[in-house]
């Protein structure tokens, strides 16, 4: 009997390494189903999924493996026809079974908590104050103010503007207008966010960055782009009949293939850009087009120096 107990808790163990290294193999996999990180910030958010993901892997495969032991080892045999043992409650196992998930909710909440944090993301509780991502030192922590200048000038400030259905960009030390957002690389860039009608999302995939814009509030958002490349803009938020056709193209680019573009576009006469929710608009009013219900005419097409 003691070489039998000790053969199953040897099962067990050996099982339970194995269900532990699987998940943390499949919690390190996890990166690879993401795409490029092409901002700073990138690995806080695939920390977190990666994290998810093994401690998910972690109790599938647990509980699989758990049914799949006592199929094998503790199943009745074919001439056993009476019913099982009359177990009563055990309330240890019962405390230990609601203990567990409730500290694992727990620390999910908190690391997530931790993260939103890190990346700056804002909602109504941060209107009254400006809330720098990855603990980024604001005027109140640092008493050097030469230092704090310095920090200041490095940081590229950008206004964006969301409206039905555009994303506009300004920026403001070279006064160019644009509908496509260029950035330099390795640079710390600052947002100001800004919606002209309803609540707007500012999601670039590639970056792991989401973040409601409010309309009345303007909100200033920051992160550092690292990988050179062309990204995706969208609109995360439903903000109407032609919600979909709310995209724009990110450039990232070294520093100074950035100063040449505005250079560049800092030369040319503002003109409409091209806007594929105005055009669609004037297409079906153009051919009498009744859908059935009320549409939001799109915003003008903005004046830019450079329509992308």
Request: aromatic letters at 12%; hydrophobic letters at 40%; glycine letters at 6%.
């Amino acid at each position: 009997m003691k070489i039998r107990h000790f053969l199953d808790f040897l099962t067990i163990v050996t099982g339970a390494v194995a269900v532990t290294l699987t998940s943390l193999w499949i919690g390190k996999q996890a990166y690879s189903w993401l795409p490029p990180q092409g901002a700073a910030e990138s690995h806080l958010i695939d920390d977190l999924f990666s994290f998810l993901v093994t401690l998910g892997s972690l109790i599938f495969l647990g509980v699989t493996a758990t049914l799949f032991y006592s199929i094998c080892f503790h199943r009745a045999k074919a001439t056993d026809l009476g019913d099982g043992p009359h177990i009563e409650g055990n309330v240890t196992l019962e405390v230990i079974w609601t203990a567990i998930p409730i500290m694992l909710v727990l620390w999910i909440a908190g690391y997530s908590y931790q993260v939103y944090e890190e990346m700056g993301i804002q909602g109504p509780s941060h209107q009254i104050h400006l809330h720098n991502p990855m603990k980024m030192e604001t005027a109140e922590a640092a008493p050097d103010q030469a230092s704090e200048a310095a920090v200041a000038e490095d940081v590229e400030h950008i206004d964006v503007s969301a409206k039905q259905w555009a994303w506009v960009f300004h920026y403001p030390q070279s006064n160019v207008t644009s509908t496509e957002l260029h950035l330099p690389s390795d640079r710390r860039v600052r947002l100001n966010l800004h919606s002209e009608d309803v609540l707007h999302g500012f999601f670039i995939p590639a970056f792991r960055l989401k973040q409601d814009i409010i309309p009345g509030n303007d909100l200033d958002f920051e992160f550092t782009p690292i990988r050179p490349g062309a990204y995706d803009l969208t609109d995360s938020q439903y903000s109407g009949t032609y919600f979909a056709t709310m995209r724009a193209k990110v450039i990232v680019e070294s520093p100074s293939n950035y100063q040449q573009w505005l250079s560049k576009a800092a030369s040319q006469t503002p003109s409409p850009a091209p806007n594929q929710a105005a055009s669609e608009y004037a297409l079906k009013i153009e051919n009498g087009i009744d859908s059935g219900w009320k549409t939001v005419e799109p915003a003008t097409p903005p004046l830019v120096n450079f329509p992308g």
